[in-house]
């Protein structure tokens, strides 16, 4: 039964990815009919808004596209920036709902972007935490200590969960409550409405995944804790 879980929670973890791939392929064919690149799209919108603070960038670091609020930057890959195709349209015009969640003060996505600065290096301090129990109990020989040091480790290893499913309704919000709209009758046909709606939906998943990815690493250290 254990191993019938793990498969199905991996099949959870790894489905969502393989199909945003296979789905942002689909659509990542160069279109005669948009006109402008994903880059030119994000610039636009920016400055149409009037929200002059915020630059748009080529990620050469290979992180991939995203949202930088610490230096108000709109990060897209090569392909997002300088394709006209659907998949770089409805990309760019996500990152740039990112931008505008910034600009409102939309209250999730600070919250993400602070806990995000402390996450890795909580994650760290837990995981040696953890390791670090059987060797306290040992030199002490207080079991009350490598208690003490589990919770305090849980509570470390559980801060990545907590930004993971903060990051799902913001990444959310970016897509169907800012960049949708935005795309909707202006810069998309009605008829490519449902397909950008198709790509948002499967990126959106991939964050799913992702929390459901950090509660595995969380279980696997209290399956390691347990031997």
């Known amino acids: 039964m254990v191993l019938i879980l793990i498969l199905i929670v991996v099949g959870l973890i790894l489905g969502p990815q393989i199909g945003a791939r ?9 279109r005669d ?7 030119e799209l994000a610039t636009h919108i920016l400055r149409e808004a009037g929200l ?5 960038e080529v990620d050469e670091l290979g ?13 897209l890959s090569p392909s997002s920036y300088n394709d ?3 998949t770089a349209i ?23 972007t602070r806990l995000a600065r402390v996450a890795g290096v909580f994650e760290r301090v837990g995981s040696i935490l953890l390791i670090a129990i059987p060797i306290v109990t040992m030199i002490t020989r207080a079991p009350q200590a490598g208690a003490a040091l589990l919770v305090i480790g849980m509570a470390v290893m559980l801060l ?11 990444e ?20 490519d409405i449902p397909r950008a709606r198709k790509i948002l939906s499967a990126c959106a998943l991939t964050y799913l995944a992702a929390s459901l990815s950090s509660l595995l690493n969380v279980w696997r250290w209290i399956r390691f804790l347990k031997r």
């Open 33 to 39: 009919d948009i006109k402008g690149t994903g880059g």
């Open 160 to 170: 990545p969960v907590l930004v993971h499913l903060i990051t799902l309704p913001v």
């Open 22 to 30: 296979r789905v942002l392929r689909q659509f990542a064919q160069k």
């Open 172 to 191: 959310v919000d970016a897509s169907f409550n800012r960049a949708l709209p935005l795309l909707s009758g202006r810069f998309l046909s009605d008829s």
């Open 84 to 86: 006209n195709s659907l």
């Open 52 to 56: 002059k603070q915020y630059t748009v």
């Open 63 to 75: 992180v991939g596209d995203h949202f930088n609020p610490l230096n108000k930057t709109v990060c």
């Open 90 to 112: 409805v990309i760019a015009a996500h990152e740039v709902g990112h931008a505008i969640q910034d600009h409102i003060g939309f209250g999730p996505l600070k919250l993400r």
